[in-house]
């Protein structure tokens, strides 16, 4: 919802500040006072392009921006956050257009695109008018609108799910068909698994195989140091450590009646001998576990090699071989079934083009009813906002149901004839502006405000009618506030005097140029600018009371 409008420098407003509230604002003044300023700015606000002529005379550059406060489950709030550009719940639009021409804009302080500009401001504020950036212009919007006004949530939501696992399956499938015969590729995959699979290639037996060549490529030096160690801890012919510990217990045991402290002595070396004994026995084991046997050692180095090549080859360390392998047997089984796959894709393409045209039938149906429902509440509506003998119509315009159409199996037109016997033609053809700001003020009332954006903005909707006619349009406008925040620009005191708040534009010369003022007016002033919109010039005592009489009814 709109919250805070503020602008600078823009075309002949030096500088306005507009605050809003819930239900319908009206915006009054003279004529080419600049009322529809305000919605230009919103309009520029939204994304669309501008160029030099909208800076004030005078001035570097306009500034226009505006809060809104959008509800946290609203699609508003959902691109914010998809988009990262949240802040807590707030939503600012900025834009700076300057006086060469040139443009920036801002959401939430953060740079932005216009594309991204326009993406977030269709889900906060739609703008009805005599201009052509309407939402209700586009055949997307207009097929939402009716989804909306349908409750078609469930319907459309079975329909693009039966669409996107339809359309899964025909990427899969195109995916397979797309690899042609895949013999060949499968006869080299064979080759370069039956090779793998020739060698223990598990991380634990590489380790085992690198660690025995390396013991194999050194047997004799350690065949030797092994011996010489033997030698020098435990030859029973020569002075070796064992012999030297045992003597050395020997002699201090007869001194340990004159010192005690010599049994910790012994103690110790009784541990050491013990250790020492227990690395006999292991360097012992090891060195029967040594042989020097070059027809070992020529086998290990031929696997080594072997090991080294598929490396190589398939250009991976040698730990990654197990996994080159378990990748190589995995692409094979998959184009092993790759024939049975596609007959079994071809039958799930069929069960999921049924589901899609099941589920697409019955949100046809629900767009039927819509549809017939929409169009005669609207044709009554734009009757009594003086369109007699107008007609409106929904189009539903089949497509092939042959691709997986996640909006359903029907585009929607909306179709207008403003006079009686005259045939109906697309919205988007009608050329009078007032009579499409009607058209598209009775949609909205008909529908009850059921699309998603939370602010509406018309702008001289009552262009062309009076009386009457002009009472209705703003009951209906004051209708649809009670849904959805409502803004109307208006020359009418009858459809100003239905509004919940009022905002006057006036002008007057200021240093020798022309400049627009904006004021929000109180209960007295607004009797006072009714009165000057039914009386004209010179405002009478009975526009007076014509006007207390429009803002007492509107109560």
């Known amino acids: 919802m709109l919250r805070h409008l503020a602008i600078k420098d823009f075309a002949v407003v030096r500088a306005?500040?507009?605050?809003?509230?819930?239900?319908?604002?009206?915006?009054?003044?003279?004529?080419?006072?600049?009322?529809?300023?305000?919605?230009?700015?919103?309009?520029?606000?939204?994304?669309?392009?501008?160029?030099?002529?909208?800076?004030?005379?005078?001035?570097?550059?306009?500034?226009?921006?505006?809060?809104?406060?959008?509800?946290?489950?609203?699609p508003a709030q959902a691109w914010l956050t998809e988009n990262e550009l949240d802040d807590e719940?707030?939503?600012?639009?900025?834009?700076?257009?300057?006086?060469?021409?040139?443009?920036?804009?801002?959401?939430?302080?953060?740079?932005?695109?216009?594309?991204?500009?326009?993406?977030?401001?269709?889900?906060?504020?739609?703008i009805h008018g005599q201009h052509e950036h309407q939402a209700l212009l586009a055949r997307a919007s207009?097929?939402?609108?009716?989804?909306?006004?349908?409750?078609?949530?469930?319907?459309?939501?079975?329909?693009?799910?039966?669409?996107?696992?339809?359309?899964?399956?025909?990427?899969?499938?195109?995916?397979?068909?797309?690899?042609?015969?895949?013999?060949?590729?499968?006869?080299?995959?064979?080759?370069?698994?039956?090779?793998?699979?020739?060698?223990?290639?598990?991380?634990?037996?590489?380790?085992?195989?690198?660690?025995?060549?390396?013991?194999?490529?050194?047997a004799t030096s350690l065949i030797q140091a092994c011996d010489t160690a033997l030698a020098q801890l435990a030859d029973d012919d020569?002075?070796?450590?064992?012999?030297?510990?045992?003597?050395?217990r020997a002699d201090l045991a007869r001194q340990v009646e004159h010192e005690p402290r010599l049994r910790d002595v012994d103690t110790l070396l009784e541990g050491a001998g013990i250790q020492l004994e227990e690395a006999l026995a292991l360097l012992g084991q090891?060195?029967?576990?040594?042989?020097?046997?070059?027809?070992?050692?020529?086998?290990?180095?031929?696997?080594?090699?072997?090991?080294?090549?598929?490396?190589?080859k398939h250009r991976v360390p040698l730990d990654g071989l197990q996994e080159q392998h378990d990748r190589i047997a995995a692409e094979l089984e998959s184009l092993r079934g790759a024939g049975e796959r596609l007959l079994k894709l071809n039958d799930g393409i069929d069960a999921a083009r049924a589901q899609w045209r099941t589920a697409a039938a019955a949100l046809t149906r629900s767009r039927q009813r819509a549809a017939k429902a929409l169009g005669e509440t609207t044709t009554a509506l734009i009757a009594e906002l003086g369109m007699g003998g107008g007609r409106f119509e929904v189009a539903l315009e089949p497509q092939d149901g042959e691709r997986p159409d996640p909006s359903g199996a029907e585009r929607v037109e909306f179709l207008v004839s403003a006079n009686a016997g005259q045939?109906?033609?697309?919205?988007?053809?009608?050329?009078?502006?007032g009579e499409l700001a009607r058209i598209s003020l009775a949609i909205e009332v008909a529908a009850l405000g059921l699309d998603a954006v939370p602010t509406m903005v018309f702008d001289e909707v009552d262009t062309g009618i009076g009386g009457a006619v002009a009472e209705i349009v703003g009951q209906k406008l004051r209708a649809l506030g009670a849904q959805r925040q409502v803004l109307c620009v208006t020359h009418l005191p009858q459809v100003a005097a239905q509004g919940h708040a009022h905002y006057r534009v006036s002008k007057a010369p200021v240093d020798?140029?022309?400049?627009?003022?904006?004021?929000?007016?109180?209960?007295?002033?607004?009797?006072?600018?009714?009165?000057?919109?039914?009386?004209?010039?010179?405002?009478?005592?009975?526009?007076?009371?014509?006007?207390?009489?429009?803002?007492a009814n509107a109560l």
Request: one cysteine or more; aromatic letters at 4%.
């Open 16 to 74: 306005a500040e507009l605050e809003f509230g819930d239900g319908m604002t009206v915006i009054s003044g003279e004529t080419g006072a600049g009322k529809s300023l305000l919605v230009d700015a919103l309009g520029f606000l939204s994304g669309l392009r501008a160029d030099s002529g909208v800076v004030r005379h005078g001035a570097e550059r306009a500034e226009l921006s505006a809060e809104f406060h959008p509800a946290p489950d609203s």
């Open 89 to 126: 719940g707030q939503c600012q639009l900025r834009r700076v257009i300057r006086a060469d021409g040139g443009s920036r804009a801002w959401i939430n302080g953060r740079s932005v695109t216009l594309t991204q500009l326009s993406e977030l401001a269709a889900r906060l504020v739609e």
């Open 142 to 218: 207009q097929l939402d609108l009716l989804d909306a006004f349908a409750r078609n949530h469930a319907p459309l939501a079975a329909v693009r799910a039966a669409a996107q696992h339809w359309g899964a399956l025909l990427r899969e499938r195109e995916q397979l068909s797309g690899q042609g015969d895949v013999s060949d590729r499968i006869n080299y995959l064979e080759h370069q698994l039956g090779e793998l699979q020739r060698e223990d290639l598990a991380p634990a037996a590489l380790d085992n195989l690198v660690a025995s060549h390396r013991r194999q490529a050194h």
């Open 238 to 248: 020569g002075p070796s450590l064992a012999r030297q510990l045992q003597q050395t």
């Open 286 to 312: 090891v060195r029967d576990d040594l042989d020097a046997e070059p027809a070992q050692f020529d086998e290990l180095e031929r696997r080594l090699a072997r090991i080294h090549d598929l490396a190589r």
């Open 423 to 433: 045939p109906p033609r697309p919205l988007r053809k009608v050329a009078s502006g």
């Open 512 to 551: 020798g140029m022309t400049q627009s003022a904006v004021e929000k007016l109180s209960a007295k002033q607004r009797e006072e600018e009714l009165a000057r919109m039914l009386g004209g010039v010179e405002v009478s005592k009975e526009a007076h009371a014509a006007a207390k009489r429009l803002l």
